[in-house]
């Protein structure tokens, strides 16, 4: 358990979508194959994006929002053109996973995932700001999610 309660809530809503999501399912009709070929490519892109960013961050990686103490700001890689790569490419991910499944409830559940990043991030970038004087320089000069 992590020392804030916040983060906690973030990461324990953040893990019981991803688990509503994989137990879902989806249909089957001749309109899904028109989705597979554009869900492969999201899921292939959006896969590359999260474990490059995961590789990238090191010893900073956490699931939680809140910095670890031994935390340093670093700004190069993919981290150098968005502030959060790893949410943006896991709703990359899940959006092909949905368009793969053609399913509505995932699709769904993408959304609310989309909307929970949003707000677990505002609430890193306030922690990321009060340990790093530069973060506010750096959120300047790049996109939140997706390049400026």
Do not use: C, W
């Amino acid at each position: 358990m992590h020392k804030y309660l916040k983060d906690n809530i973030y990461v324990g809503l953040q893990f019981l979508l991803i688990i509503i999501f994989f137990i879902t399912t989806g249909f089957d009709s001749t309109f899904t194959t028109l989705l597979k070929y554009p869900g492969l490519i999201l899921i292939i892109g959006g896969s590359i994006v999260v474990l490059t960013s995961m590789l990238q961050l090191k010893s900073n990686l956490t699931a939680y929002p809140t910095p670890k103490e031994t935390a340093f700001l670093y700004t190069g890689g993919l981290y150098g053109v968005v502030r959060h790569p790893i949410y943006s490419g896991v709703v990359i991910l899940f959006l092909g996973l949905s368009f793969v499944s053609a399913s509505f409830i995932k699709l769904f559940i993408t959304l609310i995932l989309m909307i929970l990043f949003h707000f677990k991030s505002e609430y890193e970038e306030v922690q990321l700001s009060q340990k790093f004087d530069e973060y506010k320089q750096y959120k300047t000069r790049t996109g939140k999610f997706f390049p400026n």
